[in-house]
């Protein structure tokens, strides 16, 4: 009897976004999902709609003391106690990990049940949750060419399939339209809590030290942390705009293809969907990211051309205006930009993963 693919994922939209991705591939393909998660499993019912949701407790060591990581520990240990059932109740065929701490107890009871597994890694270096696992899992899934922090003798388990991109943003790439000269020049800015909360000040302070001749060109839009809206409008009204500012965008495939340039954090789903669209962007990595882990995403579209990357610290509007500036009147180097990340995209990476996960649970015919 075949049995159902596991996919353990949780926590942000790095890990959950591919996840989702690939259960869509898969229940395309007929095959049942379960997803194993955290206690938040209830807030992802919407974005895994064909799959069984089954929660296991887990716990992050992040930001905690001795005794908040030994509570951890304990949490953990309880979640692959819980998992190592619920994976004998459900009997799968393979078990996918996407990394961070939700997955850990699951991926961790596959291992000790002796259940075939893959874990897929995002970003350019090596999660330390999927470090822990490396060892123990079938296979690894890889989003770009080279994976740091990956021990050199599992590299014969690596397959590179690319990072999972949301159907929608796909279903709304299209050719990239480099600025007319005098025509409008489309700005997108955005990031995550963190991300959204620096660029509420950095991008409009750029923007005063835009020449007026460029700045009425300008079709801005932005996300904003929802207390930063009306701080971030007032701040664009002093000098005369008014961009479209949120705190979500639900469409963001269409925000991305109308876009001329992209400022944004430089996280894993973020740069594949830059990559999969084809848009020029300005990355400016989070900081405070796990093992920098942004940095090694950010220089790996920088080395190819695909974007311009800038260290937060130290980065001054005056910087910052003046790459704007610089790529607004320089559309040939808008286009190339584009076409560069364009090369790098991999639209195909959630079949190329259902893929080798087909494979390793042996379900291809």
Same mark, same amino acid.
């Given at each position: 009897?075949?049995? =159902?693919?596991?996919?353990?994922?949780? &926590?942000?939209?790095?890990? $959950? *976004?591919?996840?989702?991705?690939?259960?869509?591939?898969?229940?395309? %393909? +007929?095959? @049942?999902?379960?997803?194993?998660?955290?206690?938040? +499993?209830?807030?992802? /019912?919407?974005?895994?709609?064909?799959?069984?949701?089954?929660?296991?407790?887990?716990?992050?060591?992040?930001?905690?003391?001795?005794?908040?990581?030994?509570?951890?520990?304990?949490?953990?240990? %309880?979640?692959? !106690?819980?998992?190592?059932?619920?994976? &004998?109740?459900?009997?799968?065929?393979?078990?996918?990990?996407?990394?961070?701490?939700?997955?850990?107890?699951?991926?961790?009871?596959?291992?000790? %049940?002796?259940?075939?597994?893959?874990?897929?890694?995002?970003?350019?270096?090596? &999660?330390?949750?999927?470090?822990?696992?490396?060892?123990?899992?079938?296979?690894?899934?890889?989003?770009? =060419?080279? $994976?740091?922090?990956?021990?050199?003798?599992?590299?014969?388990?690596?397959?590179?399939?690319g990072n999972p991109v949301r159907p929608m943003v796909i279903a709304s790439a299209r050719a990239y339209q480099r600025p007319e000269a005098g025509g409008r020049?489309?700005? !997108?800015?955005?990031?995550?809590?963190? &991300?959204?909360?620096?660029?509420?000040?950095?991008?409009?302070?750029?923007?005063?030290?835009?020449?007026?001749?460029? %700045?009425?060109?300008?079709?801005?839009?932005?996300?904003?942390?929802?207390?930063?809206?009306?701080?971030?409008? /007032?701040?664009?009204?002093?000098?005369?705009?008014?961009?479209?500012?949120?705190?979500? *965008?639900?469409?963001?495939?269409?925000?991305?293809?109308?876009?001329?340039?992209?400022?944004?954090?430089?996280? /894993?789903?973020?740069?594949?969907?830059?990559?999969?669209?084809?848009?020029?962007?300005?990355?400016?990595?989070?900081? *405070?990211?796990?093992?920098?882990?942004?940095?090694?995403?950010?220089?790996?579209?920088?080395?190819?051309?695909?974007?311009?990357?800038?260290?937060?610290?130290?980065?001054?509007?005056?910087?910052?205006?003046?790459?704007?500036?610089?790529?607004? @009147?320089?559309?040939?180097?808008?286009?190339?930009?584009?076409?560069?990340?364009?090369?790098?995209?991999?639209?195909?990476?959630?079949?190329?993963?259902?893929?080798?996960?087909?494979?390793?649970?042996?379900?291809?015919?």
């Amino acid at each position: 009897m075949v049995g =159902p693919v596991v996919i353990a994922a949780g &926590g942000t939209g790095g890990h $959950i *976004f591919p996840a989702q991705s690939l259960a869509q591939e898969l229940a395309k %393909r +007929g095959r @049942q999902v379960v997803l194993m998660t955290d206690d938040r +499993g209830h807030n992802y /019912a919407q974005a895994f709609p064909q799959a069984q949701i089954v929660t296991v407790p887990s716990a992050t060591f992040a930001g905690r003391g001795v005794v908040g990581k030994g509570l951890a520990m304990l949490r953990l240990g %309880r979640g692959a !106690l819980s998992a190592y059932f619920a994976l &004998g109740r459900v009997k799968p065929s393979v078990v996918v990990g996407f990394g961070g701490y939700p997955a850990l107890p699951t991926m961790f009871a596959a291992a000790r %049940r002796g259940v075939p597994s893959v874990i897929h890694e995002q970003n350019a270096i090596l &999660g330390r949750v999927n470090r822990w696992l490396a060892p123990a899992v079938t296979r690894i899934a890889s989003s770009f =060419p080279k $994976i740091s922090h990956l021990d050199p003798v599992l590299a014969p388990r690596v397959t590179m399939t690319g990072n999972p991109v949301r159907p929608m943003v796909i279903a709304s790439a299209r050719a990239y339209q480099r600025p007319e000269a005098g025509g409008r020049f489309s700005l !997108l800015v955005f990031g995550g809590s963190q &991300g959204a909360r620096v660029f509420a000040t950095l991008v409009p302070e750029a923007i005063t030290k835009v020449p007026d001749a460029l %700045r009425v060109r300008l079709d801005l839009v932005q996300q904003c942390r929802p207390e930063d809206i009306e701080a971030t409008k /007032a701040r664009y009204a002093a000098i005369g705009l008014s961009p479209t500012l949120s705190s979500f *965008f639900s469409d963001m495939g269409e925000r991305l293809a109308a876009a001329h340039l992209v400022i944004s954090r430089a996280g /894993a789903s973020t740069v594949t969907e830059l990559a999969a669209v084809g848009r020029p962007s300005l990355l400016i990595p989070y900081p *405070f990211a796990m093992d920098d882990h942004q940095s090694a995403n950010a220089r790996e579209m920088a080395d190819a051309g695909a974007a311009w990357a800038f260290k937060e610290a130290g980065l001054s509007a005056e910087t910052l205006a003046a790459k704007i500036i610089e790529l607004a @009147q320089s559309p040939v180097l808008l286009e190339t930009a584009a076409a560069k990340a364009l090369s790098l995209g991999r639209r195909d990476a959630a079949a190329r993963l259902a893929d080798l996960v087909e494979e390793v649970g042996g379900l291809r015919a």
